[in-house]
């Protein structure tokens, strides 16, 4: 994977917040952010996949129970 670099700006306490958590555990800040990032993006898919199934039709439980009883399953 290439690499670009990446700037921007932040409070002066979140940026001593994420130095010293890193520090303390022993990673690098490059790496802590990108890993927030990646993880905020599939937050966002989560979300958006989540907001496609509540739009799709339901079906009774009971409906389901004899579809299955149909097809031998239960």
Request: hydrophobic content about 35%.
């Amino acid at each position: 994977m290439s690499k670009v670099q990446l700037a921007t700006q932040v409070h002066s306490q979140v940026k001593k917040a994420l130095e010293d958590a890193c520090e303390s555990r022993g990673l690098k800040i490059g790496h802590f952010v990108q890993e927030a990032i990646l993880d905020k993006l599939e937050e966002y898919e989560d979300i958006a996949d989540l907001r496609k199934l509540r739009a799709e039709p339901t079906r009774p439980l009971s409906e389901i129970i004899k579809d299955l009883e149909r097809s031998d399953k239960v």
